[in-house]
């Protein structure tokens, strides 16, 4: 037996009394007031701590996903909000990191490695061995072509002009060291991070 | 920053200028909010725009943009000659009585020892102290010695009277006077100003100097090292401050230890040169340590081939040829075609470098162009037609552009830095989309391959390449885990004190900077991140967040370096007994009992110095004390000077009218071609600045559906006055045009943009938001950068974009 009854008028029911409240008990439940039952979206899934990936204040955030994490398993981030704890921005975030899940989830993210051909006007898509392939190709060639050892007083410089490296300071500590113990030990000098501008 | 965002709230006093915290760093900013309801502070906001900022500010001014370094020099002059100045911090704690070489001299805009042919000071060698034959600076503790920095600072900034500094920056006498006379109040001992800043003080052919002026100040005032005090600077990015300590730019290496130029053949002379003694008697000198992180580094990335016979593979390091090879230098070079590759990692320089045209064409020139990012960039895509916002023909267009998506900061571990220095651990909360990877993976797989191919077929000097330090589990892709713990650094032998004690076990991390070696004991990639993951575990993943002292102070949240100190040459904040300069800012104080420096902070100081010695509180400096004279350490000139921008709404430097080197920075960065794009005045009327508006975050967030909603639109902003004279109203299109390019936005005409009167005329300023580009989900707009010109500052050769010049008409 199932009574239509919006979800409204059902709380107006609750506000009047327990008689109506035991209504629900007895199967009088509105529909949608079953899913006011249900239990509180986050509580399944999994916190995690971050910090927004914006500025430079460092706003603590708390990620929320989907998913148990095993193998095979793809977790969904679903809500990013502010971490109360954090001392600087005690659980605020600015209109940049209220949009933190659509950065996240933009249509515009890059799923595959892609290859535009010389003088084409369009991509396509090559899996990551041939992607990684070419490049490291292009890398040794061109050090090997025009990597200096001696400059023309003779003194040693071992450096590498032609080939550049902008690096990202929206990464990470480890993958901003990673990069310069492996872009300097090529020699490559033509190396710099947004902090240039 | 010297400070932290949290210590915000001790400030009496907050001067924002050059950044407008309230809009590009808004929960920061909540702790200007806090000093200004809790500490009674006052507020001070002066920018070229009626910003966010000054809504809340107590003083708001404008400025013309490109002249703060006339207002802050003003501001010099006023304060020493009303003699308001913390006297007792001033005389110990800076260089003021330190007397200057007597070859030392400034004309007409011109320091000694310029070179107009180079555009540059070729010899620097009268911008030095005089030394003694001890080898030690010379003083005069009366700051009467009419060379002592004291005294050549009063000389040079005899100029910046107060009606010169109302012309040169369009700011009326009345405002300049309260103004100034607000901030005098600062130089009590017990109350503290602090500055905040951000690019709209970086990105001028003047910027860096400009930085210094408002540090000259702070000195004067006896505002640094105060809890409430320093100068802040709130930085752009995320991690850009890890990036910047991390040294990735192209004359650094990890924790400011520097490239050797092609000059120093010489090991023993490159350490000499960079391993500082004291200029005064006794001093700390901490540079002096330079050789044990240096060769820390060295262990770290050679392992077993770094050894005293080889000077630790010296040679194995690039040497430079010339002093920079920065983006400016680089896209110079890709324009000219001498480039064959470029990488982009996470960054997007078509839209990011000046002259827009000028980084198409070079890409254009390039064999190949690898692009890593999580996102659709216009630089991925600057091949492709776009109609009026990206004009080309990909036909004509040689490039192979590679493109490999990258996970994001939910998507991997990791730490990033704020502005505060705190390194801050995160965790991935989920897998990157589709195939996307971490550039920590990217980077491992592209390392392992390129080693692969030098081993197989051999090469040109593989010594680096095949001997570079490889350990981790999975070498393709190396863990943050491994990559933090390598760069805070570990004992490679048992190391022992004097007596022969074990004080660290072989493989154990280490817990400080202070344990490394020069001898090849130990290992570390980034000295000043040493600390934050110990053998007590990862200390930047810390969430302790008390504050025991009642400052604001937690220091046991995450962990900041150097050695987790959250306040910058503390020592400062005593005086020279150790005691607290005033009760309410007491911070770090000398316990006679203990006989070592306590507080609220971790001391930035030896920590059994006994005031006594009377150590100076600047410890990385020479002499340690403060800087007014910056000696040799800059690249145009030992004190601030103002300078025009390059491209000026005014015909001459009205401090130096008869002399065209002194218009602009006489050692600014720029070259010849670019000089040929710059404009005149008569055709580009109106100064131009560049900024970000609070719902947006560079070219990312057009990217966002809830930015793109909040704020869809290009725009620019205009005055009333402006908007009658070029015949438009708001909501009209306008057509912004400089000698390099044009944009199409729409006209927000505002009373928050105002002309000012600059000598006998009125300059009109245009506001240029910078967010949008042809990529991502808002509508599609102009790359800004279209308008700027290629002008480096002659120290960091950050571009000029907040000061050029553009003429605005109806589109």
Avoid at chain 1, 37 to 45: E, I, M, N, S, Y
Avoid at chain 2, 11 to 38: C, D, K, Q, Y
Avoid at chain 2, 55 to 68: E, Q
Avoid at chain 2, 614 to 624: D, N, T, V, Y
């Amino acid at each position: 037996m199932t009574v239509n009854v919006t979800r409204r008028q059902f709380f107006k029911l609750g506000a009047a009394g327990v008689a109506s409240s035991s209504m629900a008990m007895m199967g009088f439940a509105p529909e949608s007031a079953e899913a006011s039952v249900r239990h509180f979206k986050l509580t399944h899934a999994k916190e995690t701590r971050n910090n927004c990936t914006y500025c430079s204040v460092g706003c603590g955030v708390l990620i929320y996903s989907h998913g148990d994490g095993s193998k095979n398993v793809r977790q969904e981030v679903f809500h990013i909000e502010g971490d109360p704890d954090h001392p600087v921005s005690r659980g605020s975030l600015c209109p940049k990191g209220s949009g933190l899940l659509d950065f996240v989830r933009s249509e515009g993210r890059l799923e595959y490695p892609q290859v535009r051909a010389p003088g084409s006007s369009e991509w396509k898509r090559v899996s990551w061995d041939e992607a990684l392939d070419k490049i490291a190709r292009y890398i040794k060639d061109d050090r090997d072509a025009n990597f200096v050892e001696r400059d023309d007083n003779g003194g040693t410089v071992n450096h590498w002009t032609t080939t550049g490296f902008l690096a990202a300071s929206g990464s990470s500590n480890e993958a901003g060291y990673i990069t310069h113990k492996v872009v300097r030990n090529l020699g490559m000098v033509a190396f710099d991070n947004q902090a240039r501008v | 920053m010297t400070n932290h965002w949290v210590d915000i709230r001790n400030a009496n006093m907050i001067l924002s200028m050059g950044g407008n915290s309230a809009e590009a760093h808004p929960v920061g900013f909540r702790w200007v909010t806090e000093a200004i309801e809790h500490n009674k502070a006052k507020l001070i906001c002066i920018d070229p725009r009626y910003t966010r900022t000054c809504a809340v500010a107590d003083y708001k001014a404008f400025i013309r943009t490109g002249t703060d370094i006339t207002f802050l020099g003003g501001l010099i002059h006023y304060l020493i000659t009303t003699d308001q100045i913390q006297r007792e911090y001033v005389l110990h704690y800076t260089d003021a009585s330190l007397l200057v070489r007597e070859d030392y001299g400034f004309e007409d805009g011109i320091f000694t020892g310029y070179n107009p042919d180079n555009h540059s000071y070729d010899d620097k060698s009268s911008w030095m102290y005089e030394l003694g034959d001890d080898g030690y600076a010379l003083r005069d503790m009366s700051l009467q010695h009419p060379r002592c920095v004291y005294q050549l600072m009063r000389e040079h900034y005899s100029r910046y009277d107060i009606d010169t500094v109302s012309s040169i920056c369009g700011m009326p006498r009345e405002h300049i006077e309260h103004i100034w006379s607000e901030i005098g109040k600062m130089a009590v001992p017990h109350q503290t100003m602090t500055i905040l800043y951000a690019l709209g003080w970086t990105q001028h052919s003047i910027g860096s100097q400009i930085i210094r002026t408002a540090a000259m100040v702070q000195l004067l005032l006896g505002n640094m090292g105060m809890p409430g005090g320093g100068i802040n600077a709130l930085r752009g990015h995320s991690n850009i401050q890890g990036l910047t300590d991390l040294g990735l730019l192209s004359q650094l290496l990890p924790g400011y230890m520097s490239l050797a130029n092609a000059k120093e053949q010489d090991y023993s002379a490159y350490i000499q040169k960079r391993a500082k003694q004291p200029i005064l008697e006794g001093e700390v000198s901490y540079w002096k340590n330079y050789e044990k992180f240096h060769v820390s580094l060295m262990k770290s990335w050679f392992g077993d081939a770094a050894t005293e016979d080889n000077n630790w593979c010296f040679d194995w390091l690039p040497k430079l040829s010339k002093p920079l090879y920065d983006v400016l230098d680089t896209f110079e070079r890709m324009h000219k075609g001498e480039l064959t590759g470029y990488f982009c990692q996470g960054f997007n320089p078509l839209a990011s470098f000046p002259n827009r045209q000028k980084v198409t064409e070079g890409l254009s020139r390039l064999k190949y162009l690898v692009v890593m990012d999580p996102l659709n960039t216009e630089t991925s895509e600057f091949w492709k037609n776009y109609g009026e916002y990206n004009d080309v023909d990909s036909s004509q267009i040689q490039t192979e552009v590679i493109r490999l998506p990258t996970t994001c900061f939910a998507e991997d571990d990791g730490s990033i830095t704020n502005s505060a220095r705190w390194l801050q651990w995160h965790w991935a909360a989920a897998q990157g989309p589709g195939e996307a990877r971490p550039d920590t993976r990217i980077m491992g797989e592209l390392f392992i391959r390129i080693r692969d191919l030098y081993r197989e077929e051999g090469g040109v000097f593989p010594d680096p390449i095949l001997n570079l330090d490889w350990d981790y589990d999975i070498p393709e892709a190396p863990s943050s885990e491994e990559l933090a713990q390598e760069y805070n650094g570990r004992a490679l032998v048992d190391l022992t004190d004097d007596n022969g004690n074990v004080t660290r076990r072989a493989g154990e991390l280490l817990s400080s900077f202070s344990e490394m070696t020069a001898d090849g004991r130990t290992a570390s990639g980034c000295w000043i991140f040493s600390g934050a993951w110990t053998q007590d575990g990862n200390q930047m993943a810390r969430r302790d967040n008390s504050d025991p002292y009642g400052t604001g102070n937690t220091l046991g949240w995450a962990w900041a370096w150097p050695a987790n100190r959250r306040v910058l040459y503390n020592r400062a904040s005593a005086d020279t007994q150790g005691r607290p300069w005033g009760k309410e800012k007491a911070f770090v104080w000398w316990s006679s009992e203990q006989g070592r420096w306590v507080g609220a902070d971790i001391p930035d100081f030896p920590v059994t110095s006994d005031p006594a010695l009377g150590q100076g509180p600047f410890i990385m400096q020479p002499e340690g004390v403060g800087h007014f004279f910056a000696g040799q350490s800059m690249v145009d000139g030992p004190f601030p000077e103002h300078y025009e921008p390059f491209e000026s709404p005014i015909d001459n430097n009205p401090l130096h009218p008869n002399n065209p080197l002194a218009k602009n920075n006489p050692a600014g960065r720029i070259y010849d071609e670019d000089r040929k794009a710059l404009g005149t005045r008569e055709e580009f009327p109106h100064a131009a600045t560049t900024y970000r508006l609070t719902e947006h975050f560079h070219f990312w967030t057009k990217h966002a559906r809830l930015n793109a909603v909040v704020q869809p639109e290009q725009f620019v902003e205009i005055s009333h006055q402006l908007a009658e004279e070029v015949g438009v109203v708001a909501g009209d299109w306008v057509r912004v045009s400089s000698n390099r390019g044009f944009i199409k936005a729409v006209a927000v005409v505002t009373k928050r943009m105002q002309p000012l009167r600059i000598g006998d005329r009125d300059v009109h300023h245009v506001g240029i938001p910078i967010h949008w580009g042809f990529t991502g989900v808002a509508k599609k707009g102009y790359l800004i950068n279209a308008l700027t010109p290629v002008v480096g500052d002659a120290n960091t050769q950050t571009p000029e974009y907040k000061s050029f010049i553009v003429k605005v008409e109806k589109a």
